[in-house]
């Protein structure tokens, strides 16, 4: 989150739900039974939905949220499933197009974008204090 947190001043940000990537009737993973995030594939936009708003409210998910319709315009459109960041200029075209997730899905390339445009935003290290004596 710490992207959004940075630019987001500058820059509008929006998550889109797409069908889901590891469904409980299709491909489940040991992963989500760990994050407790076990969910069907939705059959209707009303299940859909309600998974975006578990999520959202669950993990207190702090960015503009949308839904695809069933029909998946936005996963076919974009390519997103299942995860894809991208950059919509002002002009409504892609500016930066990131990899298919998981494996090519790298968020710094789209931070490095973010800061040319915008300007790089630094953090202060954190430094380890000793604790003190008494």
Same mark, same amino acid.
């Given at each position: 989150?710490?992207?959004?947190?940075?630019?987001?001043?500058?820059?509008?940000?929006?998550?889109?739900?797409?069908?889901?990537?590891?469904?409980?009737?299709?491909?489940?993973?040991?992963? !989500?039974?760990? /994050?407790?995030?076990?969910? #069907?594939? %939705?059959?209707? *936009?009303?299940?859909?939905?309600?998974?975006?708003?578990?999520?959202?409210?669950?993990?207190?998910?702090?960015?503009?949220?949308?839904?695809?319709?069933?029909? !998946?315009?936005? /996963?076919?459109?974009?390519? #997103?499933? %299942?995860?894809? *960041?991208?950059?919509?200029?002002?002009?409504?075209?892609?500016?930066?197009?990131?990899?298919?997730?998981?494996?090519?899905?790298?968020?710094?390339?789209?931070?490095?974008?973010?800061?040319?445009?915008?300007?790089?935003?630094?953090?202060?290290?954190?430094?380890?204090?000793?604790?003190?004596?008494?």
């Amino acid at each position: 989150m710490q992207i959004y947190n940075d630019y987001k001043d500058h820059a509008d940000f929006l998550t889109v739900y797409v069908r889901e990537a590891h469904p409980t009737d299709e491909w489940q993973m040991k992963s !989500n039974v760990k /994050d407790d995030v076990c969910y #069907a594939q %939705p059959r209707t *936009l009303e299940q859909r939905m309600a998974i975006a708003n578990d999520f959202t409210k669950r993990f207190k998910y702090p960015l503009p949220f949308g839904v695809d319709d069933m029909a !998946n315009a936005a /996963d076919l459109a974009y390519s #997103a499933w %299942p995860e894809r *960041l991208y950059i919509i200029d002002e002009n409504g075209r892609i500016a930066y197009r990131g990899g298919m997730g998981p494996f090519n899905y790298n968020p710094g390339e789209a931070r490095a974008w973010l800061a040319g445009r915008f300007g790089e935003v630094k953090h202060p290290e954190k430094t380890e204090t000793a604790p003190k004596k008494s």
